[in-house]
Structures are given as structure tokens and as C-alpha cells.
């Protein structure tokens, strides 16, 4: 059970990332925008980090020096204010399931910024996905099956989701050289959180965001697929490899699908479930080791 522990909170915190559209589409019928959900969401997350930090982690919140901030304006406004504000539009603009699978181009997002910012090998594996990623994309967004709601803006933010959430990989390489995983954390969200209030105005709706079903979808949101997500996530990670551990997180997409399915009653059409393989299959080929792409090749 030990050895299958790690595995299973990966799942896990992968799983709770996936039911993210309950909370989002149940904000928006409050009338809520998706800029002032993403507020909402982060300003909740902060709220429950500094909880946790005063308690666990006091050593790991003191910032460094002031000049440190700029890794977390990138990872905080030019990645999480970004990524989520352009996944709860994709969200509301389309199919949950369609959003969630653009949401997925990010590792073609973070194999090409990688090489060009990181340095990292551009291997044929790695270039092979991309080019899975694209075409993948290029089946849902290009050709709609007839129950399968597709619009411009969702497409073009559902894109934009996926570079926001590779930008965090990026800007997180440089702050983990200086600082653990709970300060990153922190302060990428104590910084979305500061730089969205003054654009949100949420004080403007305190009758609306203090009503009991609001502060409760509000809760679970910054708690459940934000906070506990990311510590289920981070300490099976801590047990296991990056690699297996990002091909495990494909459950993600594959648990928002169902929501989509079951609770939204959502289709998807066979060229987007077509596009839908390729990007999957496209994540999981870049994140294999290359002991077991060779046996793969093999035919082993």
C-alpha cells in the first residue's frame, strides 16, 4: 500500500484540479465574470496558505530580498491571473470537456519556452509531441461535431489557458533555485490575489459575495481544487518521478470530461474525441522515460 500511496494522492489532487468547472459554472450563474472568479479563487487560496503557513511553515513566508518579487509576478500575474482567467472563459465559452483538452496544449507550450528560455534538449520525442499537440487542437477547434459548442474567443483563451499554465513551469525553474515549493505557492498567489483587487472591484458586490452559497462555492473553490489539490499533488510528488507523476495528472482531463458529461449532459463529437486522444497521447509521450521509450520502439 506504501508504494501505491504516492501514486494514489497524485491521482488525487490531479482529480480535484478536474472538478474545478462545478465551482466556476456555479460562480457565473451568481453573475460573477471570470476575472472576478479567478479574485475570488486566489484571494481564498491565500486566505488558507498563510492558515497553513503560520502553523507549518512560518520559516518558508519571509521573502528573501523585495528584488525576488519579480519571479512572482511571473508566476502569479503572468501565469495564474492569465492561465485561469483564460480557462474560466474557455469554460463558460464552450464544452468543459473541449476546455479542459486546450488546457492540455501547455506541454507543447513548455517544450518550446523551455528550449528557448531554459536551455533544455529539444529531443524528437519532445518535437514529436508538439506536433501531436497541434493537430490535436486542430481536430477540435477546426471541425465542430453537431452537439459540440465551439466559438473563436473560447478557442483562442483555451489556447491562452494552456501558455498560462506553461508560463508557471518557467518562471517556477527560477524561483525554486531560491525558494521551497510552499513559499513559491505563497507568494505566486499572495501576488495574484493583490494585483486583482484593484481590476475586480469585488467590493462592489459584498451583498452578493457574502450571501451563504457564495462563500461556500468560494471556500470549496480556493480550498478544494486549489489548496488540497496542489498538497495532495506535491507530496506524492515528492515520492515519486516527475515524469510518472506528470502522466498520472492525465486523469485531470479525463475527470473534467465526465463532469462535462454527467453532470452538464455535454458531447463531444468523434473528430474532437479524435483530437482528444492526440493531445493525451501527446502528454504522455514527452513525459516517458527514455528507458521505457526505448522498450516502447522495441515493440517490448
Not at 488558507?48 to 525576488?68: H, P, S
Not at 458529461?261 to 497521447?281: D, H, N, P, R, Y
Request: charged share 10%; hydrophobic share 55%.
Amino acid at each position: 500500500m506504501k508504494k501505491i500511496l504516492p501514486y494514489l494522492m497524485i491521482a488525487a489532487g490531479a482529480s480535484l484540479w478536474g472538478i474545478i468547472a462545478l465551482f466556476v459554472k456555479g460562480l457565473s450563474n451568481y453573475g460573477f465574470s471570470a476575472m472576478e472568479i479567478v479574485a475570488i479563487r486566489v484571494i481564498w487560496a491565500v486566505i488558507f496558505l498563510f492558515a497553513v503557513g503560520l502553523i507549518r511553515f512560518k520559516q518558508q513566508m519571509k521573502l528573501k530580498k523585495m528584488g525576488d518579487l519579480r519571479y512572482f509576478i511571473g508566476t502569479g500575474i503572468f501565469s495564474i491571473v492569465f492561465f485561469n482567467y483564460c480557462y474560466f472563459t474557455t469554460i463558460n465559452e464552450m464544452n468543459i470537456s473541449i476546455a479542459v483538452i486546450l488546457l492540455y496544449t501547455a506541454p507543447a507550450f513548455v517544450t518550446v519556452l523551455s528550449f528557448l528560455f531554459l536551455k533544455e534538449a529539444l529531443t524528437i520525442q519532445k518535437i514529436v509531441a508538439v506536433i501531436g499537440t497541434i493537430m490535436g487542437c486542430t481536430l477540435i477547434a477546426g471541425l465542430s461535431g453537431s452537439n459540440v459548442e465551439l466559438t473563436a474567443l473560447g478557442v483562442l483563451t483555451g489556447l491562452g489557458s494552456g501558455l498560462g499554465y506553461a508560463l508557471y513551469t518557467i518562471f517556477g525553474k527560477f524561483a525554486l533555485k531560491k525558494y521551497e515549493p510552499f513559499s513559491v505557492t505563497f507568494y505566486t498567489f499572495l501576488v495574484a490575489a493583490i494585483s486583482l483587487l484593484p481590476f475586480t472591484q469585488l467590493w462592489q458586490k459584498l451583498d452578493v459575495l457574502f450571501s451563504v452559497e457564495v462563500m461556500l462555492i468560494g471556500i470549496g473553490l480556493g480550498l478544494i481544487p486549489t489548496v488540497l489539490a496542489y498538497f495532495l499533488y506535491t507530496w506524492g510528488l515528492g515520492y515519486t518521478e516527475g515524469s510518472k507523476a506528470s502522466i498520472i495528472a492525465t486523469v485531470e482531463p479525463i475527470v473534467a470530461s465526465m463532469i462535462g458529461l454527467l453532470v452538464f449532459s455535454e458531447t463531444l463529437g468523434i473528430v474532437q474525441v479524435i483530437g482528444a486522444i492526440l493531445i493525451l497521447a501527446s502528454v504522455i509521450l514527452v513525459n516517458m522515460p527514455t528507458k521505457r521509450r526505448k522498450a516502447v520502439h522495441a515493440g517490448l
